[in-house]
């Protein structure tokens, strides 16, 4: 059983920045890549960022592109997620997710551990 819990959600104004953290705990020792997605109300969950075991690699979509950027520190078993510049189409509740498998997914599926969630609301 892997635990995913995510913080450093909240509100902040348009231009701003948040750093979001997600821990791992139980048996992390079977996660390889992790990532994060994001859900809006009444749309559909969206792929956000991934990163590799290592860090080497990272991914992320257009959308956030050069503002938001995906770090771990496989020592503290937890997963980063710095956002800045944020815009109020950024609000939404963003999901830590892990897998099993190597190198980084862009699709849902692909993930076996996912978090409860935390909100991020942007202000205009």
């Known amino acids: 059983q892997v635990q995913l819990v995510e913080s450093g959600g909240g509100l902040v104004q348009a231009g701003g920045s948040l750093r979001l953290s997600c821990a791992a705990s139980g048996r992390s020792f079977s996660i390889n890549s992790m990532g994060w997605f994001r859900q809006a109300p009444g749309k559909e969950r969206e792929f956000v960022a991934a990163i590799t075991w290592l860090g080497i690699r990272a991914d992320y979509p257009e959308s956030v592109k050069g503002r938001f950027t995906i770090s771990r520190d496989n020592g503290k078993k937890t997963v980063y997620l710095q956002m800045n510049s944020l815009k109020p189409e950024d609000t939404a509740v963003y999901y830590c997710?892990?897998?099993?498998?190597?190198?980084?997914?862009?699709?849902?599926?692909?993930?076996?551990?996912w978090g409860q969630g935390t909100q991020v609301t942007v202000s205009s």
């Open positions: 997710v892990g897998r099993s498998g190597r190198g980084t997914a862009t699709e849902r599926a692909l993930y076996d551990y």
